[in-house]
C-alpha cells in the first residue's frame, strides 16, 4: 500500500498524494491505516493532501473508517482536495463532512486540484 502514497513537488511545494483510485473495500481500509500512519509523521498543519477516490469502492465500513481517519489527521494537514469524488454516494461525503468539521475542495481534474491546493487564498470550497 505504500506504493500508493507519494509526495510530488507542485509550484514549489510538497502536496501528498494518496492514490485510492480503483480500489476495492479491503484496499481501501488498509490504505487509510496506512494513510494514518505517514500523516502523523508530519508536523502540524503542514500537509498539503490530495486524495483521488476515481473508481473507489467505499462501503459503510469504509466511509466510517475514513471519518475516524480524517478527524485524526486534522490537526496535521493544511488543505485537502478530493479528486474524482463522484464515486462517492453523496451521502457519504456529506456525513464525511458533517462527522470530520472538515472542508474538501472537490475537483474533476488533478491539475486544478494542485493549483487550489498550493494557492495561499484556498480558503473556500470549490463544492
Given at each position: 500500500?505504500?506504493?500508493?502514497?507519494s509526495?510530488?513537488?507542485?509550484?514549489?511545494?510538497?502536496?501528498?498524494?494518496?492514490?485510492?483510485?480503483?480500489?476495492?473495500?479491503?484496499?481501501?481500509?488498509?490504505?487509510?491505516?496506512?494513510?494514518?500512519?505517514?500523516?502523523?509523521?508530519?508536523?502540524?498543519?503542514?500537509?498539503?493532501?490530495?486524495?483521488?477516490?476515481?473508481?473507489?469502492?467505499?462501503?459503510?465500513?469504509?466511509?466510517?473508517?475514513?471519518?475516524?481517519?480524517l478527524?485524526?489527521?486534522?490537526?496535521?494537514?493544511?488543505?485537502?482536495?478530493?479528486?474524482?469524488?463522484?464515486?462517492?454516494?453523496?451521502?457519504?461525503?456529506?456525513?464525511?463532512?458533517?462527522?470530520?468539521?472538515?472542508?474538501?475542495?472537490?475537483?474533476?481534474?488533478r491539475?486544478?486540484?494542485?493549483?487550489?491546493?498550493?494557492?495561499?487564498?484556498?480558503?473556500?470550497?470549490?463544492?
Amino acid at each position: 500500500m505504500e506504493e500508493r502514497i507519494s509526495f510530488v513537488m507542485h509550484e514549489g511545494q510538497k502536496v501528498m498524494v494518496i492514490d485510492f483510485h480503483g480500489c476495492n473495500e479491503k484496499e481501501m481500509l488498509a490504505l487509510l491505516d496506512e494513510v494514518q500512519r505517514v500523516v502523523a509523521q508530519h508536523p502540524r498543519n503542514s500537509l498539503l493532501t490530495l486524495a483521488d477516490l476515481k473508481d473507489a469502492h467505499v462501503d459503510r465500513a469504509v466511509a466510517t473508517r475514513m471519518k475516524e481517519v480524517l478527524v485524526l489527521d486534522r490537526p496535521y494537514v493544511k488543505r485537502s482536495a478530493w479528486l474524482g469524488s463522484g464515486s462517492l454516494p453523496k451521502a457519504y461525503r456529506d456525513n464525511i463532512r458533517s462527522f470530520t468539521q472538515r472542508k474538501f475542495a472537490h475537483f474533476e481534474s488533478r491539475k486544478a486540484a494542485m493549483d487550489w491546493l498550493v494557492k495561499e487564498d484556498s480558503a473556500t470550497d470549490s463544492e
